[in-house]
């Protein structure tokens, strides 16, 4: 879910769509494609449609799942930062968690929970959709151990140490103010028993210095949930630069790459910087929840078009990883029902992958390579927390 896109953007687009070879979606289909956030949850806590059977809006539904090969979508526990430090956070995860298993509920022959890298195999060679769990925002721990064991027992599998604010755990990159110069000394305790309990740690939102502590006391490889590179956002803090990337790769993690437009190209990011300072002073002047001020943003949408990236600005960033630390490291974290209406062009929702591995093809990556990209990098990242928890 991002922080930076709160309002969704109607912009038209007329872009030629691309043409997928049968190899391309041979790919998508015969492999497990693992995209490692997908905020369904909160968009169902927003506005309740059954994702079983194809919706109308939003991007991720059953039809458009198996269209586009996804099998193990990672389903975000979003919890806002304004629920930090309250106990609404807690209740609300378990909330969400309770919409994922009403989807599996509903359609047990299309759906299933998935708590382990065994899970979305076995359920992968049965033709189910598998739901891992991972929960964007800490907060819900509450500073208590026993809350993460909770959590795990509930099927969560990764944990975003902070959202769009400092709390107990971690600053943020989105909050200038470093209360605890990176983690708090309970972020400490936590990372270590998220090892042990086998959840991965995810570095996404977390300011620079946090990540560095991170990757020192984890001692299994972490993860970048859906992050994408600053090498192309100069100064996005949100985004991971060059030397944070190798030193991901030295832990031997995994950069799951954001799809938002904002996150890929330096246009859109600046488009995004301009259209909160706007939005910003237009709320001191005119109130917040004002029909002035929403006719303000109306017109404003319709006069300032968000540039959005194209699947050529997200095959940059896969690239960018490869040649700085290898092709083992990278892989997808679209972001999908959590940037609204920014995606590129050729990926606007879940049945787009086919896009992206024809894209990977044309660039000369290999069956191989792209099978790795897709969930071999992940499914053996997810392997090691497994591991290291056995023996803990």
Known sequence: MSATFALSVVCASHVAAITVSEKANKLAQENIIIDSHIDVPYRL??????????TASGDFDYPRAKQGGLNAPFMSIYIPASLDNSANSTKLADKLIDYVEAIVGRAPNKFAIATSSADVQQQFEKGLISLPLGMENGSPIQGDLANLKHFYDRGIRYITLAHSMAN?????????????????????????????????????????????????ISQTPVI???????AFTPGFERNMDDAMIKALGKNGGVVQINFGSTFVTKRANAWSKNRRAEQKK??????????????????????NPLPYATLDSVLDHIDHVVKLIGIDHVGIG????????????????????????????DRGYSDNDIVKILAGNFMRVWKANEEYAAKH
């Open 282 to 303: 237009a709320a001191e002047k005119l109130g917040k929840d004002s029909d002035e001020f929403k006719a303000f943003i109306t017109k404003f949408n319709k006069e």
């Open 168 to 216: 107990h755990i971690s600053d943020s990159s989105y909050d200038l103010r470093r209360k605890w110069k990176g983690l708090s000394p309970f972020g400490k305790e936590l990372v270590k028993e998220m090892n042990n309990l086998g959840i991965l740690v995810d570095i996404s939102h977390v300011s620079d210095a946090a990540f560095y502590q991170a990757i020192e």
């Open 224 to 230: 970048a949930s859906h992050s994408s590179l600053r």
């Open 334 to 361: 679209s972001d999908y029902d959590g940037v609204g209406d920014s995606l590129p062009t050729d990926l606007k929702d879940v049945s787009t992958y086919p896009n992206l591995i024809q894209g990977l093809l």
């Open 45 to 54: 806590e927003e506005k309740w449609v059954d994702v079983t059977k194809a």
